[in-house]
């Protein structure tokens, strides 16, 4: 369900009707506290003042109102435009019981200070003025000054066409005050109602860290009504906040009910205390762990019902919010981002998802369908710049093996989304730890897996191309797998041997496909005790020794030589597959 500009108003005290689903909501106590039709019917966001917007999500008596007095002689405006906008700003002010149609404040969330900006649909269609500007503007100066995190709650449209080109220069003011904040670790979070257009998206609300939605919200820069103009019917469905959240430009879509939960926690994981300073865990690296051949190992990371990323974020992390997008172009589901702790560490986590894809009468799983695309890459960039930003450890889920190969891969940018992954992973001022948990292949593992600790889950594998290409490249029968598992080396133990790996971390029984909380158990144990060891090192020395630690991969010593010989075979063979996989793909697509 949707909201129309013309119908936002609709529905206010005394309506009995859901306007939207025709349902009677005079019972529903979702309608009485958070103006919304219930789930169970249209689950409809009714339109609500700023005031009761903020009142929603701050704790009771906490809000206390700065600059609330702030005016301007105007003498910019003609006469007699003046007039009349005297007289409408007066008749918004009385209606709404606001000065302006920006209100803002201090106050807390569940106990934590925030400062809080608000623009009010129902003044002057909560456009910026040079008073809105100022005020928001002076409100992150303030949350500069006290290191406050800033929460902007957006109902805005058009431009205060009334102040001209005044009204425009707002758009610059209030991004060099959110440009005190950006290399700051402040967090910053905007929520997008119905609607957020104009200027206020063109400026410091499409700037926060991370951006909330609220469900069936217009947002974009156009009004709604202008687009529709513009694009007949086309945009029923469009153009709404779940539109832009599958479009990689939103984090999340949140119920008003659920907002203030989602916002105490994420404030609460970006601004951490983290809980121990120096303390050393106690790390049990050389046990004695039974190892299966290679295609023993290769089958188990097949299998069918070995744990995926989903379910090691469901057993190992808690409070994990899910971010989406690359805020560029797409959100590519097969790489999962967000943030959530991990035995009380806050984490900001990437992870490769594999999509189970089985083929008839046998236990393997495939990851074929959940190929990386370029918005992929670039999500995973974004959460590591948050990582750096907040100062908090990543850790990152490798279980994929190819990046999507096809033109429309490469014309957005694969191969530069790649290299820019691994270019700030080298640089990261921050921890990153990677666990390569099934099977993980080409340059999309290696991205992804670069850490200040690398580990791989015994019964996983790190290989450049798939034994089965491998096998038809190298002894001319994707078949034979057996005798191509032999020569490759993909296995956890060669990994740790040619010194690709920093530790292998233990399964239960006969590999993790047979008892998930315990896999999960043996993860989280390792995690935290790996994060132990490098939490305190300063974040410049961290970024350094781990890009040494890189420039320094497969140093050129005679055992090394002689280590990677078939290595090298393998390396030649998978170049050889990517070009042909490649002109394959290419030729299909030009075929259709
Ligand atoms: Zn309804």
Request: hydrophobic fraction near 35%; include cysteine; aromatic fraction near 8%.
């Amino acid at each position: 369900m949707v909201y129309f500009e013309e119908t936002i108003f609709d529905s206010q005290e005394g309506d009995r009707i859901c306007f939207a689903c025709n349902k009677d909501i005079e019972q529903s106590s979702k309608f009485k506290i958070f103006k919304i039709c219930s789930e169970k019917n249209c689950n409809f966001h009714f339109h609500i003042s700023a005031k009761e917007r903020i009142k929603l999500i701050v704790d009771q008596g906490s809000f206390k109102e700065i600059n609330k007095n702030l005016t301007s002689s105007f003498e910019q405006i003609a006469q007699e435009e003046l007039e009349n906008y005297d007289e409408k700003i007066k008749s918004d002010q009385f209606r709404t019981g606001l000065d302006e149609a920006a209100i803002t404040g201090t106050a807390t969330v569940n106990g934590k200070q925030i400062t809080i900006i608000a623009l009010d649909f129902g003044f002057l269609g909560g456009s910026m003025g040079l008073i809105v500007g100022e005020k928001i503007a002076l409100a992150y100066e303030l949350a500069a000054k006290k290191q406050f995190p800033v929460i902007t709650i957006i109902n805005s449209g058009g431009n205060r066409i009334q102040e001209g080109v005044i009204s425009l220069m707002q758009i610059s003011k209030t991004v060099s005050a959110v440009n005190l904040l950006k290399n700051s670790n402040i967090p910053m979070i905007s929520i997008l109602c119905n609607p957020s257009t104009g200027q206020a998206m063109s400026s410091f609300a499409t700037l926060s860290d991370i951006i909330i939605g609220e469900p069936g919200a217009r947002i974009g820069y156009s009004s709604y009504r202008k687009l529709k103009n513009k694009n007949s019917d086309q945009l029923k469905d469009q153009y709404t906040s779940e539109d832009f959240l599958k479009r990689g430009f939103i984090d999340l879509v949140i119920n008003r009910e659920d907002l203030k939960y989602q916002i105490s926690t994420l404030i609460e994981i970006l601004k951490p205390k983290f809980s121990y300073k120096s303390k050393k865990l106690k790390i049990s690296k050389n046990k004695n762990l039974k190892f299966n051949d290679a295609l023993e190992s290769l089958k188990i990371s097949r299998n069918i019902d070995r744990p995926k990323s989903s379910i090691y974020i469901k057993n190992i992390f808690t409070d994990f919010i899910e971010l989406h997008g690359d805020r560029i172009s797409d959100d590519d589901d097969s790489v999962i981002i967000g943030l959530g702790k991990i035995l009380n560490e806050p984490f900001i986590l990437i992870a490769q998802e594999r999509k189970i894809v089985t083929k008839s009468n046998n236990n393997v799983s495939r990851n074929y369908n959940n190929k990386i695309m370029p918005s992929g890459f670039r999500k995973a960039n974004r959460a590591l710049k948050l990582a750096e930003k907040f100062k908090i450890p990543c850790l990152c889920l490798v279980d994929a093996v190819y990046p999507e190969l096809s033109l429309k891969s490469e014309y957005s940018g694969l191969a530069f989304s790649i290299s820019e992954l691994i270019s700030t992973k080298l640089n990261l001022e921050t921890p990153i730890l990677s666990v390569v948990i099934g099977e993980g292949g080409s340059e999309t593992a290696l991205a992804f897996s670069i850490a200040d600790s690398i580990m791989m889950q015994k019964n996983s594998i790190f290989t450049p191309l798939s034994p089965e290409e491998a096998a038809k490249i190298k002894l001319g029968d994707s078949r034979k797998i057996k005798e191509i598992s032999n020569i490759m080396k993909f296995t956890s133990e060669d990994c740790l041997n040619l010194g690709i790996i920093d530790r292998i971390i233990d399964e239960p029984n006969e590999g993790s496909h047979q008892n998930h909380l315990e896999s999960a158990k043996l993860l989280q144990e390792v995690i935290i005790e790996e994060l132990s060891l490098i939490r305190n090192v300063y974040p410049k020395t961290l970024a350094k020794r781990r890009s040494n630690k890189f420039r320094k991969m497969g140093d050129y010593s005679q055992k090394f030589k002689t280590d990677l010989k078939t290595e090298i075979n393998i390396w030649g063979s998978a170049f050889r597959a990517g070009v042909s996989t490649f002109r394959t793909s290419k030729s299909l697509s030009e075929e259709k």
